[in-house]
């Protein structure tokens, strides 16, 4: 009897322990998870403020280091590093705030960007976006580096009649009233500081192919702010549409109807509409042309602009409970 009374009480006490165990147990768990979320919301409130402090064009400000919290920021890399050693838990992340340009899109504006329902298919990651700003054209780069300039108004530029352009490179149009007509451009940028530009018949534009990783160089270029250009097919001869590889930039309007364009087109305003017949469009070859994709020359370095970062990528190097 009494071995059975003993043996009672030592199931109880185990029985307890076991309680006691699992409500510790319980309650540790509770207790990491509640830290877990604290850590958390310190990660995400420490991310938040860096951003806010380099976007105010304060990057200096980012470097900061308090209260087992510590970010360090590399504008060369464009790597945000945060670390927050707190709550029993510590973590280390890195942010990629790598920012794309107007010349990694398709369309890109910092006004309007109106497709009007019309079916644009370039490429996913290079779907529209409207910026803050619109970039800087260099004048001087590409005067200093023309092969030509053309200083004649009321002019058509005909192929046919075998008018010699000045060779490959950039060439640069002063005049206004100006009509291309069959021309093609090989390894070239065309840039034109007046206004009433037309394109008749089918015009080909190659822009030179960037070596590697060296900034590319544009198709066109619209320096007057009072520009209005169309691309669009004549007639029902849809042979006639202009062809024009290579980024497009103006400082005015661009009217997409119908043509292969490989963009990037960059505008202060962009709008796709129909021409004289309802099938008209313009189809993106930024597939194949993903080189132009990048940086473009004669708009000052990349490096001259404050662009807005926001997070490409992030990747958690460390998030672990700290050892007593």
Not at 131 to 153: I, Q
Request: proline share 2%; aromatic share 12%; glycine share 6%.
């Amino acid at each position: 009897m009494l071995v059975a009374v003993i043996m009672v009480f030592v199931v109880f006490s185990l029985t307890g322990i076991a309680v006691l165990d699992v409500s510790y147990l319980s309650s540790s768990n509770s207790m990491e998870t509640i830290n877990n979320i604290k850590l958390q919301y310190a990660v995400e409130s420490v991310v938040n403020k860096s951003l806010w402090r380099i976007n105010i064009d304060a990057d200096s400000l980012v470097n900061y280091s308090h209260d087992g919290i510590s970010t360090a920021w590399d504008s060369t890399t464009q790597i945000l590093s945060v670390n927050v050693d707190k709550f029993e838990m510590e973590s280390e992340i890195l942010l990629d705030l790598s920012s794309d340009t107007h010349f990694d899109r398709a369309l890109a504006s910092d006004e309007t960007i109106n497709t009007n329902g019309y079916e644009t298919d370039y490429e996913e990651e290079n779907r529209s976006r409207v910026f803050t700003f619109m970039p800087e054209v260099d004048l001087e780069y590409f005067t200093d580096n023309a092969v030509a300039v053309h200083t004649n108004s009321f002019k058509k530029w005909d192929r046919w009649d075998e008018e010699d352009f000045g060779g490959e490179g950039i060439h640069i149009f002063t005049g206004w009233f100006i009509t291309l007509k069959n021309c093609e451009f090989e390894n070239s940028t065309l840039v034109f500081t007046g206004r009433y530009v037309y394109f008749e018949h089918q015009n080909i534009i190659n822009a030179p192919v960037p070596v590697d990783s060296a900034d590319a160089m544009p198709a066109l270029v619209f320096t007057n702010p009072g520009s209005y250009f169309e691309v669009e097919a004549e007639g029902k001869d849809y042979e006639r549409q202009d062809k024009i590889n290579g980024a497009i930039y103006t400082a005015g309007t661009i009217i997409l109807k119908k043509g292969e364009l490989s963009g990037p087109i960059v505008g202060k305003t962009i709008a796709m509409e129909h021409g004289e017949y309802d099938d008209n469009y313009i189809k993106f070859k930024d597939h194949d042309h993903k080189h132009h994709y990048r940086w473009t020359k004669g708009f000052k370095h990349k490096k001259h602009y404050d662009w807005p970062k926001q997070i490409g990528r992030w990747k958690t190097k460390k998030w672990r409970k700290k050892h007593s």
